[in-house]
T-cell receptor, first 111, second 115 residues
Framework: DGGITQSPKYLFRKEGQNVTLSCEQN?????MYWYRQDPGQGLRLIYY???????QKGDIAEGYSVSREKKESFPLTVTSAQKNPTAFYLC??????????FGSGTRLTVV | QQQVKQSPQSLIVQKGGISIINCAYE??????FPWYQQFPGKGPALLIA???DVSEKKEGRFTISFNKSAKQFSLHIMDSQPGDSATYFC??????????????WGLGTSLAVNP
C-alpha cells in the first residue's frame, strides 16, 4: 500500500540533545513537508522540499534542520536550539502541491 | 492576506444533526479549497475539496458550499454520527508563480457528536 511512514511514534528528548524524526514515502511524490502541531494552533510549516537535494524554510524553521538526499526520505532533526520542542510532528507529501498525504505523526516530549 | 479564518473553534452536535463549519479568506489567488479530517493521534486525511468555480460539492454526507463573492466556504456534515467526532481543518492553496503552491491552514474545529 502506498503511504507515508513516520517513526518513531513516540520520542523522548533530554535537554540539549538532538533527535531525528524519520519520514519515508512510497507514493512517488516530489514534494514533502514537515509540520508541527500544538493544541489550538493548527498546523505550522517547519520545512518543505519540492525536489531532491533542495529544501526551503517554512514559517517556524528555527531550531530544526532537514535533508533530502532521496526522493522517498525527508528526515527532520530537532536540535538543541529548539527551546520548546514538545509537540506532535507530522510529515506529508503531495503530488503537484494539491492533494496532501500525511503520516501518522511522531509525538516528541522533552524529559 | 494569506490567512484562512475558521469557526467555530469547537462544536457539539447531537447524533443525526447537521454539523456546519465555516471558513473565510481574503486572497483571491487561492485556487483550491480542501477540507481535512483528523482523529486523535493520527495525521489529517483529505476529506473533500472544491475549486472556486464550483458552488457546491457533495460526497456522501459531506458537502462543501462555496461563496466566491463573499470569500467564504463551509463544510456541512449531514446526519452526523459519533464516528465523525474529530478535528476538521479547512485550507486553501495559493498558486504562486512557477507553480509553487502553498497550503494555508485554518486553525481547526473540534467536533463532538453526542450519541
Amino acid at each position: 500500500d502506498g503511504g507515508i511512514t513516520q517513526s518513531p511514534k513516540y520520542l523522548f528528548r533530554k535537554e540539549g540533545q538532538n533527535v531525528t524524526l524519520s519520514c519515508e514515502q512510497n507514493l512517488n511524490h516530489d514534494a514533502m513537508y514537515w509540520y508541527r502541531q500544538d493544541p489550538g494552533q493548527g498546523l505550522r510549516l517547519i520545512y518543505y522540499s519540492q525536489i531532491v537535494n533542495d529544501f526551503q524554510k517554512g514559517d517556524i524553521a528555527e531550531g530544526y534542520s532537514v535533508s533530502r538526499e532521496k526522493k522517498e526520505s525527508f528526515p527532520l532533526t530537532v536540535t538543541s536550539a529548539q527551546k520548546n520542542p514538545t509537540a506532535f510532528y507530522l510529515c506529508a507529501s503531495s503530488y503537484a502541491g494539491y492533494g496532501y498525504t500525511f503520516g501518522s505523526g511522531t509525538r516528541l516530549t522533552v524529559v | 492576506q494569506q490567512q484562512v479564518k475558521q469557526s467555530p473553534q469547537s462544536l457539539i452536535v447531537q447524533k443525526g444533526g447537521i454539523s456546519i463549519i465555516n471558513c473565510a479568506y481574503e486572497n483571491t489567488a487561492f485556487d483550491y479549497f480542501p477540507w481535512y479530517q483528523q482523529f486523535p493521534g493520527k495525521g489529517p486525511a483529505l476529506l473533500i475539496a472544491i475549486r472556486p468555480d464550483v458552488s457546491e460539492k457533495k460526497e456522501g454526507r459531506f458537502t462543501i458550499s462555496f461563496n466566491k463573492s463573499a470569500k467564504q466556504f463551509s463544510l456541512h456534515i449531514m446526519d452526523s454520527q459519533p464516528g465523525d467526532s474529530a478535528t476538521y481543518f479547512c485550507a486553501a492553496i495559493l498558486n504562486n508563480a512557477g507553480n509553487n503552491r502553498k497550503l494555508i491552514w485554518g486553525l481547526g474545529t473540534s467536533l463532538a457528536v453526542n450519541p
